[in-house]
């Protein structure tokens, strides 16, 4: 049964890609950056207002919605980069300007979308970050607030920021701490190290070594839906007994806006430098992308379905006209 309600979670946006995968009753969330592979106050935005369509969707049918979503998974259309973070140009422009208020409220928009995502909205859902490749500073902070961390043995995830005397505020601190540890997560923060995925998987920070990618990834969803009912009552036991306070992250962005508005002009020009390194693997990364993109048909439609122009398709039009570039048009999946 098609509603709107549920057409709107997927609507076309500027940095994201949204999918519905109906066989594991899973939305797809992939960041699709324009400029470079880092969370713009534009992908937040849209990031929020996904999360804010799904609560809405669930909200309408008082919590049995027509079309089950069970799983919310966060991953990359950029080729073996997850999501390097916050966008260090703009930090560097609103510090040199002195701009409080535009840093606080970038920071506010990053707990806000974290703490959404570790609270599984407040819904009957797990979240999943599927990394492929690196996640740097604020992008180790949203894998972080998933449930479940699934990563390709390439993966590589860690914080940076101490490099140019700022720390990662947006999430690093609380939810580190609370998977392993004050000690750790000073660490992890302090050292500035880039850890492996397999590294992360014997902290117990990667649930999941991912050696065949998005299979791996269903059959985690597949094997957790035998149990759903079990696990949901784990997670929710788990926010009881280290519940993640929204204030403490509040708290925390406060402290990072003042700490960035104190950080000197040559820590500016380190943070320059990584934004140039991330402009410059990003655009050679882009390269590649048309065989990354094909992935996006992976998910097989079942009809019927709304295309990309909102028109309603009943069957399959590449059975019958034969053409390559019927294909392409196939661009969400909601039945």
């Given at each position: 049964?098609?509603?709107?309600?549920?057409?709107?979670?997927?609507?076309?946006?500027?940095?994201?890609?949204?999918?519905?995968?109906?066989?594991?009753?899973?939305?797809?969330?992939?960041?699709?950056?324009?400029?470079?592979?880092?969370?713009?106050?534009?992908?937040?935005?849209?990031?929020?207002?996904?999360?804010?369509?799904?609560?809405?969707?669930?909200?309408?049918?008082?919590?049995?919605?027509?079309?089950?979503?069970?799983?919310?998974?966060?991953?990359?259309?950029?080729?073996?980069?997850?999501?390097?973070?916050?966008?260090?140009?703009?930090?560097?422009?609103?510090?040199?300007?002195?701009?409080?208020?535009?840093?606080?409220?970038?920071?506010?928009?990053?707990?806000?979308?974290?703490?959404?995502?570790?609270?599984?909205?407040?819904?009957?859902?797990?979240?999943?970050?599927?990394?492929?490749?690196?996640?740097?500073?604020?992008?180790?902070?949203?894998?972080?607030?998933?449930?479940?961390?699934?990563?390709?043995?390439?993966?590589?995830?860690?914080?940076?920021?101490?490099?140019?005397?700022?720390?990662?505020?947006?999430?690093?601190?609380?939810?580190?701490?609370?998977?392993?540890?004050?000690?750790?997560?000073?660490?992890?923060?302090?050292?500035?190290?880039?850890?492996?995925?397999?590294?992360?998987f014997s902290k117990g920070v990667v649930e999941k070594i991912a050696k065949n990618g998005i299979e791996d990834v269903e059959n985690y969803m597949k094997k957790h839906s035998k149990v759903f009912n079990g696990m949901q009552g784990i997670q929710r036991a788990k926010?009881?007994?280290?519940?993640?306070?929204?204030?403490?992250?509040?708290?925390?962005?406060?402290?990072?806006?003042?700490?960035?508005?104190?950080?000197?002009?040559?820590?500016?020009?380190?943070?320059?430098?990584?934004?140039?390194?991330?402009?410059?693997?990003?655009?050679?990364?882009?390269?590649?992308?048309?065989?990354?993109?094909?992935?996006?048909?992976?998910?097989?439609?079942?009809?019927?379905?709304?295309?990309?122009?909102?028109?309603?398709?009943?069957?399959?039009?590449?059975?019958?006209?034969?053409?390559?570039?019927?294909?392409?048009?196939?661009?969400?999946?909601?039945?």
């Open positions: 049964m098609i509603n709107n309600n549920f057409l709107e979670i997927f609507k076309e946006r500027k940095e994201l890609s949204i999918r519905y995968d109906k066989n594991h009753e899973a939305v797809w969330c992939y960041f699709n950056p324009q400029k470079r592979a880092c969370f713009s106050m534009t992908m937040l935005k849209e990031i929020y207002d996904v999360q804010n369509k799904i609560i809405k969707y669930f909200e309408k049918y008082k919590m049995e919605p027509p079309i089950p979503i069970k799983y919310f998974v966060l991953a990359s259309q950029v080729p073996e980069i997850f999501n390097f973070g916050g966008d260090l140009d703009l930090f560097s422009w609103l510090i040199k300007k002195r701009d409080k208020e535009m840093l606080f409220e970038y920071a506010k928009l990053c707990i806000d979308t974290v703490y959404l995502n570790a609270m599984g909205m407040n819904l009957p859902i797990t979240t999943i970050a599927f990394v492929e490749g690196s996640a740097l500073g604020g992008g180790f902070e949203c894998a972080l607030s998933s449930h479940v961390i699934i990563a390709k043995e390439e993966a590589r995830m860690g914080f940076p920021e101490i490099k140019f005397n700022l720390f990662p505020g947006m999430g690093a601190y609380s939810l580190l701490a609370r998977e392993g540890g004050v000690k750790m997560a000073e660490e992890m923060i302090k050292s500035g190290k880039i850890y492996t995925a397999k590294e992360l926010r009881c007994y280290q519940p993640i306070d929204y204030k403490e992250l509040l708290d925390i962005i406060k402290i990072w806006v003042e700490t960035a508005l104190k950080i000197t002009e040559s820590d500016i020009k380190i943070m320059q430098r990584f934004v140039k390194a991330q402009e410059q693997k990003h655009q050679f990364k882009m390269r590649i992308r048309t065989k990354q993109d094909r992935r996006m048909n992976l998910f097989k439609p079942s009809f019927p379905f709304i295309d990309s122009k909102g028109n309603l398709v009943l069957e399959d039009r590449r059975k019958r006209e034969r053409r390559a570039s019927i294909s392409n048009t196939y661009k969400k999946i909601a039945s």
